[in-house]
């Protein structure tokens, strides 16, 4: 009796607890109702989209059938003759057109579902990410080429959203990490390794090679600027802009073309970085610099004086020459 007792006790207790949590989930869902009809985002919004198109497919092929059973029911109760109601031979009997009216609706709908799973796994944007001795090349993916391009060391991205980074190993391993935004992977010579990163605000975020990848190692910082989404548009925008062959522009081609490429002239070299406007980078020499005009001078003029066997050579240039360059790359804004 005492057993009995002590169970109906617990299950006293286990009923008064569960009533209680019942209170507090209803007054805690009240405020933020769970929506499912409805998206906020890009990346939601196809879904919802293929919430009611399924829905409202599922209901024609519901009254479709529903109707031909109808139809069918009705029919075999008005008939006198049985022999009647077969179908004619080589005529498209209702059925059949309903059958593959409900069968297309079908290989739609799972076609619209394949289409919204591989767009609601997808980052809008993917970044291959290269590793060089001692930089890193950053290319911006696009299904136009026409908008894709290539920069280096400072990495753009749009806050808020997911951003897939596809790692290849140039000529060297570097391992990619930027501990604020998560995604450490190895970039591997051969190898296309992927990794995401995603800030959740606009701001600046400092990454750093983690693996041993020969004397510059501990001088292989990439900066991450994650803008809000329009300042991104904006910037992806520019940097797909030519800039004006200035009078500099034959001199670079000439000493710093074969390594160095600048979008719309003839330097085209793929050695070294992209310096496609360049002075919107806020470093040099993958982050160990700040990107200012004497800074850049001393830092053409010596690159083994800061960077210790980067294969930048020290270019053969007279003053004046060294003065002219300067001036040019300053103006790639
Ligand atoms: Cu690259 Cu260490």
């Not at 548009?233 to 034959?250: C, F, R």
């Not at 360049?278 to 850049?296: D, E």
């Not at 060294?322 to 040019?328: A, S, V």
């Amino acid at each position: 009796m005492r057993l009995v007792f002590n169970q109906r006790g617990f299950m006293l207790r286990r009923l008064a607890a569960l009533l209680t949590f019942a209170s507090f989930a209803s007054a805690q869902a009240s405020s933020a109702p769970l929506q499912y009809l409805t998206g906020a985002g890009a990346r939601a919004q196809p879904v919802v989209w293929l919430t009611w198109g399924t829905l409202l497919i599922s209901v024609i092929v519901i009254c479709i059938i529903g109707g031909l059973l109808l139809f069918g029911v009705l029919r075999r109760q008005a008939a006198t003759d049985p022999a009647a109601l077969l179908p004619e031979k080589g005529g498209l009997s209702w059925l059949w057109i309903g059958v593959g009216l409900t069968a297309l609706a079908l290989l739609f709908s799972v076609v619209w579902t394949m289409q919204v799973l591989a767009e609601a796994q997808a980052p809008r944007v993917t970044i291959e990410v290269t590793a060089r001795q001692w930089w890193w090349q950053a290319r911006y993916l696009s299904d136009d080429p026409s908008r894709q391009f290539t920069t280096a060391n400072e990495i753009h991205i749009p806050a808020g959203e997911p951003v897939r980074i596809r790692l290849l190993g140039g000529d060297v391993i570097h391992s990619f990490w930027v501990p604020q935004l998560g995604g450490k992977m190895d970039a591997i010579p051969g190898l296309a390794n992927e990794t995401w990163i995603e800030a959740a605000h606009p701001g600046v975020f400092r990454g750093q090679c983690t693996e041993y990848c020969g004397p510059q190692h501990a001088h292989m910082a990439l900066e991450v600027v994650a803008d809000a989404p329009g300042d991104f548009a904006a910037w992806w925008n520019h940097q797909l802009q030519a800039p004006a062959n200035g009078a500099g522009a034959a001199l670079f081609t000439a000493h710093c073309g074969g390594c160095h490429a600048v979008r719309g002239t003839e330097a085209a070299g793929a050695l070294g970085p992209d310096l496609s406007h360049l002075m919107r980078r806020a470093t040099l020499a993958s982050g160990i610099l700040p990107n200012n005009r004497p800074v850049l001078r001393h830092w053409i003029a010596d690159p083994q004086g800061f960077k210790p066997g980067s294969l930048m050579p020290v270019p053969s240039l007279s003053e004046a020459e060294l003065d002219r360059i300067t001036d040019w790359l300053e103006s790639l804004e």
